[in-house]
């Protein structure tokens, strides 16, 4: 889990370095990278949000624990982030691969 949280930074940091660059390119070059990234990005911040959620509702000092509906929403909270990121997941390999198709606005 913590390679990926530490792939989710770099690519925060490949997508700033991108956004800052871009405007000395021409849009219709920077934009198909840009919208790629962004995407991918979206995916490890899913994941790293899956995470955190789980943390934090599940530990010892977790809200909820003697209330059966909270609970419940507690339960509800954590299977729809982590449905989320587990959808986001599967469709990674294929935008790690839209990514590297894409054509380097800066060649």
């Known amino acids: 889990m913590e390679q990926r ?21 021409p849009a219709k070059r920077a934009e198909p990278f840009l919208k790629q990234l962004k995407k991918l990005q979206a ?24 209330d059966a509906a909270a609970q419940r929403a507690i339960g509800w909270v954590i299977g729809a982030s982590q ?13 790690w691969g839209s990514l590297d198709e894409t054509r380097p606005f800066w060649k």
């Open 43 to 66: 995916v490890f911040g899913d994941l790293n949000d899956a995470a955190v959620v789980r943390a934090m509702l599940t530990g010892a000092e977790a809200p909820g624990a003697g």
């Open 5 to 25: 949280h530490e792939l989710r930074k770099e690519l925060k940091k490949l997508r700033y370095a991108v956004e800052f660059f871009s405007p000395l390119y």
């Open 83 to 95: 449905a989320r990121a587990e959808f986001g997941w599967a469709g990674a390999k294929t935008l």
